[in-house]
């Protein structure tokens, strides 16, 4: 939604806050982590990530993990000027721009961000394709020497909008799920098939850990290892990101692990720890 004044967009912005703490906060949440220590709020968590998502589940990870030392990327688009103020007040750091259009800029104070804290990205964002993954996670991953966390989530029977992305709102009360992969790590200088081939791996493996999500969401079934999680602010984040972490697996091995072949386009290239 477009407003003309910074007046109108803060009003509006404080309003949704309000709306969002109060919605979200009747969900049952629930997440299995491929590693737990991918989340910043561990105790035991080290080093900066770069968590990507699909765009139309961008309320829950919004609603959990503020204060947790993680910027969003967000399109400088007039679209994004609400979700901008919310992200702020929710205690998310912004970054406005794109990694690819205009992108030396943007690259820049993305590095710099992650020097000291996490990243976020909805890769599908801000205008879709639905659920089709834009390489420029890929290419930051790669180029700052970041893994990537790819974050499946659902509700129970959301409420779907007619927008580009079927933007998903959960019904109160309801069951929201998330599965997490581990850290995966992504090797430097990718040339373009290997860029690629990253890209529709991790476009894959997001697709296929969502959809388990919303799965898990409707059907509550019991799942090994999965944890009752809750909003809360991390503790260690803002000195533990900047400590230097695990490198990540590769792709192929999260693929394997999660029962997804790897495909003709392997990425097999092992990065050096």
């Known amino acids: 939604m477009k407003l003309g004044s910074p007046l109108a967009i803060g009003a509006a912005a404080l309003a949704a806050t309000a709306v969002v703490r109060r919605w979200m906060g009747t969900l049952d949440y ?7 220590l991918v989340d910043p709020v561990h105790s035991d968590y080290r080093g900066a990530k770069i968590y990507v998502f699909w765009h139309e589940n961008i309320l829950l990870p919004l609603y ?4 947790s030392n993680i910027s969003m990327l967000l399109s400088r688009h007039g679209d994004a000027d609400i979700l ?8 998310f750091g912004v970054v406005r721009g794109s990694t690819f259009n205009g992108g030396s800029v943007v690259l820049r104070e993305l590095a710099a961000r992650a020097a000291e804290g996490n990243l976020t990205i909805t890769p599908d964002g801000p205008r879709g394709p639905r659920r089709r993954l834009a390489p420029g996670c890929v290419f930051l991953a790669s180029t700052l020497g970041i893994p990537l ?6 509700y129970d029977r ?14 109160p009360f ?12 992504v090797p430097p200088d990718l040339d373009r098939d290997r860029l690629e081939a990253h890209r529709a791996g991790i476009e894959r493996l997001l697709t296929h850990l969502s959809d388990e999500a919303e799965a898990w969401a409707t ?13 809360e602010p991390s503790r260690v984040a803002r000195r533990a990101a900047r400590l230097v972490g695990p490198p990540g697996v ?20 092992r990065p050096a720890a």
């Open 84 to 91: 901008d103020r919310v992200a702020r007040m929710m205690g």
């Open 149 to 154: 966390v790819a974050l499946g989530l659902g």
């Open 219 to 231: 059907s509550d079934a019991r799942r090994p290892g999965a944890r009752i999680v809750r909003r």
């Open 30 to 36: 629930r997440v299995a982590f491929g590693d737990p």
């Open 250 to 269: 590769p792709l192929d091995e999260e693929l394997d692990r999660v029962g997804l072949a790897a495909g003709a386009a392997r990425t097999d290239e």
């Open 174 to 185: 309801t069951r929201a799920r998330g599965i997490v992969s581990r850290a995966i790590a």
């Open 158 to 171: 959301p409420w779907r909008f007619s927008t580009w992305d079927r933007f998903a709102l959960p019904r």
């Open 64 to 67: 959990l993990r503020g204060h």
